[in-house]
């Protein structure tokens, strides 16, 4: 049995995550920044700010984990674009403590650290070498990136959708099928292109990861993507919602403080060879995570 800490355990990915990981018989310790964490289970909790190099150290010394999976960060992009100071501290600076330990106490730890597709840009499907850095909070991601090459780690860019179990955190797709059941207007852009994966298949994935073992860094998508418009029209489609009050346009007049890359598609073929896997369509993610929020109702 494989002790596992998961960092940010609270997150729109963690809530998902660790209940998955407990009932496959893993051994998950959670990090929350605060003591009594609602919605956590109370056994295994280790409270702690990661930014801090003495907290994070007595952390890891408890719970001294064979694999850390970080979804501790920042993951605001307009906030990143704000306040850089914070967007460092919480996308690099707890990498950087993560790392340092898994040295000092000379673990063989696995870190999987979970990056982004904003570290890319133009219009191609894009392969791991080809990064180009728009707004910090690409920035910083990446420089945690940078950060966990130091140690045994998997590094894996990806981006997701699927029901939230997060207080307060909504997923594109909670909003969208929000927005659509109750005929609320809103504009979806058709001039931003993304490969993201259901929340489902990411944590599969990430299981298959931990297994493997394979160090690098590895882009994580669905196949073919498609623009954001394009997804939600097809949502709307798998549901059976009309889509009569949406309507597409481009990103231009968004009031955004930071850049928004327009072309995330990513080549996850190198995953796909390493880890021996075939990774879904997007059209087929949608189709499956459309059947999760039919039962949900």
């Given at each position: 049995m494989k002790k596992i800490l998961v960092t940010g355990a609270q997150g729109l990915l963690g809530r998902t995550l660790v209940p998955y990981f407990r009932e496959y018989g893993y051994d998950v310790w959670c990090h929350a920044r605060s003591e009594g964490t609602k919605g956590t289970e109370e056994h295994n909790i280790v409270s702690a700010d990661l930014t801090k190099p003495e907290q994070a150290c007595i952390s890891?010394?408890?719970?001294?984990?064979?694999?850390?999976?970080?979804?501790?960060?920042?993951?605001d992009v307009d906030e990143c674009e704000k306040n850089p100071q914070k967007a460092y501290l919480a996308n690099v600076r707890i990498v950087e403590n993560l790392t340092k330990w898994i040295v000092k106490s000379e673990n063989e730890c696995h870190l999987v650290q979970i990056s982004t597709d904003q570290v890319y840009d133009g219009?191609?499907?894009?392969?791991?070498?080809?990064i180009t850095l728009t707004n910090y909070y690409g920035f910083s991601k990446y420089a945690g990136e940078l950060a966990a090459g130091s140690v045994h780690s998997t590094i894996l860019r990806t981006n997701f959708f699927g029901q939230s179990l997060s207080p307060g955190r909504v997923s594109l797709s909670d909003w969208l099928v929000e927005s659509l059941r109750k005929?609320?207007?809103i504009t979806v852009f058709n001039d931003i292109s993304f490969t993201p994966l259901s929340i489902q298949s990411l944590i599969q994935m990430i299981?298959?990861?931990?297994?493997?073992?394979?160090?690098?860094?590895?882009?994580l998508g669905s196949k073919s993507g498609m623009t954001k418009s394009d997804f939600a029209f097809t949502l709307a489609k798998a549901l059976?919602?009309?889509?009569?009050?949406?309507?597409?346009?481009?990103?231009?007049?968004?009031?955004?403080t930071a850049y928004r890359p327009k072309d995330m598609r990513m080549n996850s073929s190198l995953f796909e060879d390493v880890?021996?896997?075939?990774?879904?369509?997007?059209?087929?993610?949608?189709?499956?995570?459309?059947?999760?929020?039919?039962?949900?109702g």
């Open positions: 890891l010394e408890k719970v001294f984990p064979e694999v850390i999976i970080n979804l501790a960060a920042l993951t219009s191609k499907l894009h392969t791991e070498d080809e005929e609320k207007e299981e298959l990861t931990i297994n493997k073992r394979h160090s690098g860094t590895y882009n059976g919602l009309s889509a009569k009050t949406m309507s597409s346009n481009t990103s231009e007049n968004a009031k955004f880890f021996d896997v075939e990774l879904p369509t997007l059209i087929q993610e949608v189709e499956s995570i459309a059947s999760v929020y039919k039962f949900e």
